[in-house]
């Protein structure tokens, strides 16, 4: 069998200095906290699926969607993926869930106070020393 990894484009999606989080349902990383996100479709850009996974799963639009970083992920369950981070500003919409089986809750959450346990990519990307609110507090000082 020829195992490859696969893509995953995780999305920080910021209103207020907050950021929106979803507690996982039914999948790798179950009853983790982590950002909207899903998989790189097909000759879809990175913005692109940014904004079609957050309207899909939250009812939110985005805007202003930057990329952030990358992480290259294993997990136990025998998956290999690479996460492709960005950034964006909720533009419109109320956060709801949409998907069911992806998400039992959202929340709009203080980057210093981020819910446990964290998805795995989030959690690895954070032990890195990456900062949400450095992130936030430099996305502030461009506007």
Known sequence: MDKRPLIGVGVFVVKDGKILMGKRLNSHGHETWSIPGGHLEWMETLEGCAKREVLEETGIEVENISFVTITNDFFPEDKHYVTIYMLSECASGTARVREKNKFVELRWVSP???PKPLFLPVQRLL????SIGSMISEMKSID
Do not use: V
């Not at 032990?127 to 990456?130: A, R």
């Open 127 to 130: 032990d890195t020393g990456f």
């Open 112 to 114: 210093d106070n981020l």
